[in-house]
């Protein structure tokens, strides 16, 4: 069974661009997160989709965006990007949104910003 | 806000050694994950805990979750280089059902 897939798997970009990061969540989740995750620290929360509409949203600028499609996969979006925004970003999904839900983390993609 | 603190933040031991790594909020908990992650990797759920004084095992792995469900604690006992990872941990707090993680605990068993 394919779990969370994640593509890029690296990135590099420049200041001032715009990247686009794709998320595939596990077959039959409905819901799809993105955290950001910097060196040395623990995950931090973007944004959570459900049934292709947002659920909620952590405390990022807005240049961070995300979608979800109607087959549950995921974009996420930075634009304008400045060098603190290389990090580990990770996609996780889980079946429906609620406590004690369990999210099953892809591999994430590591985007470094020049 | 809530504050989550996870202690310490490095820890490293020789294999056969035991290990707690702690979690702490001044948040009372719906709910509690911990989760390990490797270099190069997304994290990877260990255990879920629920009521307050909880305690799992898993294998070499003893979670405890506070009375109060304001802290968590895990026990490594008789460490292996496979254990080597970031411990993280991740509390539903109540009534909010996103993921707050910690900074972690990196754990280095050397062999």
């Known amino acids: 069974d394919a779990g969370v897939t994640q593509s890029p798997t690296h990135l590099i970009k420049t200041r001032g661009q715009h990247v686009t990061l794709r998320c595939s969540p596990i077959?039959?989740?409905?819901?799809v997160s993105w955290y950001q995750q910097v060196l040395g620290q623990g995950p931090q929360f973007i944004f959570q989709y459900y049934e292709k509409e947002e659920r909620g949203r952590g405390n990022f600028p807005d240049r961070f965006s995300a979608r979800q499609f109607p087959n549950y996969s995921s974009e996420l979006n930075v634009n304008a990007l400045l060098l603190g925004d290389s990090a580990l970003y990770l996609c996780a999904s889980s079946l429906v949104v609620g406590v004690q839900e369990t999210q099953y983390f892809g591999p994430g993609t590591r985007l470094l910003v020049l | 806000t809530q504050l989550l603190e996870q202690s310490p933040q490095f820890l490293s031991i020789q294999e056969g050694e035991n290990l707690t790594v702690y979690c702490n909020s001044s948040?009372?908990?719906?709910?509690l994950q911990w989760y390990r992650q490797e270099p190069g990797e997304g994290p990877v759920l260990l255990v879920t805990?629920?009521?307050?004084?909880e305690v799992k095992k898993l294998k070499r792995l003893t979670f405890q979750f506070g009375d109060a469900r304001k802290d968590s604690s895990l026990h490594i006992t008789a460490a292996q280089p496979g254990d080597t990872g970031l411990y993280l941990c991740a509390p539903h707090l109540v009534n909010d059902y996103k993921l707050s993680f910690g900074a972690g605990t990196t754990v280095t068993v050397r062999a």
């Open positions: 948040s009372v908990f719906s709910s």
């Open positions: 077959s039959g989740h409905k819901s």
């Open positions: 805990v629920v009521t307050g004084g």
